[in-house]
């Protein structure tokens, strides 16, 4: 069973994002956070280990995807971080600074593929 952590704002993308999620992975658990600072007080607390953080690259607060990725790989979170948006030219600005086996994929890349060809970049 895996255990994903869904860092965004869009109530929309939210649902699509863990449909898709459902139709990859068998049963996994998800958490969604709707703000950064949520999830970053959630991961301060947090013991359990998650295999996947999904997270979008812009959101209202001063906060990005850039800056919780950091934050997470820089707290010695083991997860796969993968960082998505909507807007191509973020995804080519961020491509130079996530490091692998961690992933930037488009949201519509995600909502519009199908599960078997998505799984690859799940694990």
């Known amino acids: 069973m895996k255990k994903i952590l869904l860092i965004e704002d869009d109530p929309d993308y939210q649902l699509l994002i863990q449909s898709k999620l459902r139709e990859i992975f068998y049963d996994p658990v998800i958490m969604v956070f709707s703000r950064p600072g949520d999830f970053i007080t959630f991961l301060n607390r947090e013991t359990d280990v998650w295999d996947i953080i999904l997270s979008d690259y812009y959101f209202e ?13 820089s707290s ?10 909507s807007y191509n030219h973020v995804l080519t600005k ?10 930037i994929i488009s949201k519509e890349e995600i909502i519009l593929n199908s599960p078997e060809s998505l799984k690859p970049l799940f694990l």
Do not use: C, H, M, N
Not at 76 to 85: A, E, K, N, R, Y
Not at 94 to 103: H, M, S, T, V, W
């Open 61 to 73: 607060e001063e906060t990005d995807g850039l800056d919780i990725y950091y934050y997470v790989k």
């Open 76 to 85: 010695g979170v083991p997860s796969l971080f993968i960082l998505t948006s």
């Open 94 to 103: 961020a491509e130079y600074q996530i490091k692998k086996p961690d992933r």
